[in-house]
């Protein structure tokens, strides 16, 4: 595969030519697309992610009216390839010098409009994952248009909202913060979050609890424990104490 892709349709029609109907069935198991479950009627090509994120590459030039249209398709790579050209443009904005620079600044919020308002297009775990802490997270903490507390509404709005994949965004997008040593917006959501109803949800907020002990401080993680351990989900509790050593865990399971 050589060359820019310059438009949404070069790219849908090289993700057709990829097409794995083996790869398929299982990735449309393993997201679970079965009636009732969390990516009921999804459709899969069977493209592994490493190839999804070559074809980004190519089309990381692409228009934001084109990325709109691979957002838009019912097939989840084609998705995701949108979503990573997304992050592609974002990343490219935070080079050097630059950063702080007006039309930088102005480029980024523009990005992270747009990523908002398809935010329900990213309806899978990966697609969240892949995408949201690397745009939002870092958003949060940037020279930006909006201010801190505007923000902070962004997040909460997603946090509030009544949409698995819009809660899911508002806790993984705190990795970013984590990876500079803020813990804040973690703490914020994962007790927002915290008698979620949804696995998917338990298993995020551990996620980023465990990121937290890890990146940040395991004593502010065992504070946190230490006020919510005994009625927090145990697939949370789980994830969280993960780097802890066995007996460590062991205690805290018990609780």
């Not at 084609?78 to 600044?105: D, N, Y």
């Not at 949804?198 to 609890?209: N, P, Q, S, T």
Request: hydrophobic share 40%; proline share 3%; aromatic share 8%.
């Amino acid at each position: 595969m050589k060359g820019d892709l310059v438009d949404a349709k070069q790219v849908v029609d090289c993700m057709l030519n990829m097409h794995n109907e083996q790869q398929a069935q299982h990735l449309m198991r393993f997201f679970k697309t079965g009636k009732g479950d969390y990516g009921e009627g999804d459709k899969f090509l069977g493209l592994r992610v490493p190839a999804t994120r070559k074809i980004a590459a190519r089309g990381k030039t692409l228009p934001l009216q084109e990325v709109e249209q691979l957002l838009a398709s019912p097939w989840h790579e084609v998705r995701l390839c949108g979503l990573l050209v997304l992050v592609a443009k974002f990343e490219k904005l935070l080079s050097g010098t630059s950063v702080a620079l007006p039309e930088s600044i102005a480029s980024r919020d523009r990005i992270v409009e747009f990523y908002l308002g398809h935010a329900r297009c990213a309806n899978n775990w990966d697609l969240v994952d892949l995408s949201v802490y690397k745009i939002l997270g870092e958003w949060l903490l940037l020279p930006s248009n909006c201010d801190s507390k505007k923000k902070l509404a962004t997040i909460d709005r997603l946090a509030a909202s009544d949409n698995l994949w819009e809660q899911r965004m508002s806790v993984v997008c705190t990795m970013a913060p984590l990876k500079h040593g803020d813990s804040s917006f973690t703490l914020r959501y994962a007790e927002w979050h915290l008698h979620h109803p949804h696995d998917l949800m338990h298993k995020a907020v551990g996620w980023m609890l465990r990121e937290m002990g890890k990146r940040v401080s395991m004593d502010q993680l065992r504070e946190f424990l230490q006020k919510h351990a005994s009625h927090m989900p145990r697939t949370t509790l789980r994830y969280a104490i993960e780097h802890m050593a066995d007996e460590e865990r062991k205690q805290w399971m018990q609780r």
